[in-house]
């Protein structure tokens, strides 16, 4: 059974970086037709694309959060990484990670909620 | 940019009632489209992608149809645990981008 799970900072200070790591159980994260992808949801709030990166080191961001996001892999270590410089409280939300595949995203992670705050 | 925009923001349905959920893209997605299924307090899950296929384990009361910009969801039967927000999503492969819709909440009475 594959699973995901979020781990790092519950509160990060404003103008900071924002890192978070997802590891992964029961998958090759280096292999196949596979992309590891971040997601957030602002509290109460629908669910935004942050990026996604293949085994191959290569990712891409969502427009409004490029320049500010980096997602690597470490496939010795089966995890995905993200961060996320100069937060503001517009980054506050819960922080999911999941595996993509060209049906969707699926497993996700049970989330993990980062509030932006001094 | 491709814009998912989903209907109605809220329905309310009592249990056995059939549901249909609405998402039209700004442009022509195909049948690249996906239904995720939100409960309260959980992580979103895979219902359907390519528009009308199940994902594993989802119960046959679930359908999607459409394609080009149109898509629906369905829920022939509601029963209590359908309780959910529901969210539309295209992948688009180049240039490479994700996109969801702003969710459809149903509420059962």
């Known amino acids: 059974q594959v699973q995901l799970q979020e781990s790092g900072p519950g509160l990060v200070k404003p103008s900071q970086t924002l890192s978070l790591t997802c590891t992964v159980s029961?998958?090759?994260?280096?292999?196949?037709?596979?992309?590891w992808t971040w997601i957030r949801q602002p509290p109460g709030k629908g669910l935004e694309w942050i990026g996604y990166?293949?085994?191959?080191?290569?990712?891409y961001y969502s427009p409004s959060l490029r320049g500010r996001v980096t997602i690597s892999v470490d496939t010795s270590k089966s995890q995905f990484s993200l961060k996320l410089t100069s937060v503001t409280a517009a980054d506050t939300a819960v922080y999911y990670c999941?595996?993509?595949?060209?049906?969707?995203?699926?497993?996700w992670g049970q989330g993990t909620l980062v509030t932006v705050s001094s | 940019e491709i814009v998912l925009t989903q209907s109605p923001g809220t329905l309310s349905l009592s249990p056995g009632e059939r549901a249909t959920l609405s998402c039209r893209a700004s442009?022509?997605?195909?049948?690249?489209l996906a239904w995720y299924q939100q409960k309260p307090g959980q992580a979103p899950r895979l219902l359907i992608h390519?528009?009308?296929s199940r994902a594993p384990g989802i119960p046959a009361r679930f359908s999607g149809s459409g394609s080009g910009t149109d898509f629906t969801l369905t829920i022939s039967s509601l029963e209590a645990e359908d309780c959910a927000v529901y969210y539309c999503?295209?992948?688009?492969?180049?240039?490479?981008?994700?996109?969801f819709g702003q969710g459809t909440r149903l509420e059962i009475k």
């Open positions: 390519d528009a009308a």
């Open positions: 990166i293949f085994y191959s080191d290569v990712a």
């Open positions: 442009q022509s997605v195909g049948s690249y």
């Open positions: 029961g998958d090759s994260i280096g292999s196949g037709e596979k992309y």
């Open positions: 999941a595996r993509g595949q060209n049906e969707g995203f699926q497993p």
């Open positions: 999503k295209y992948r688009s492969k180049w240039p490479p981008r994700v996109t």
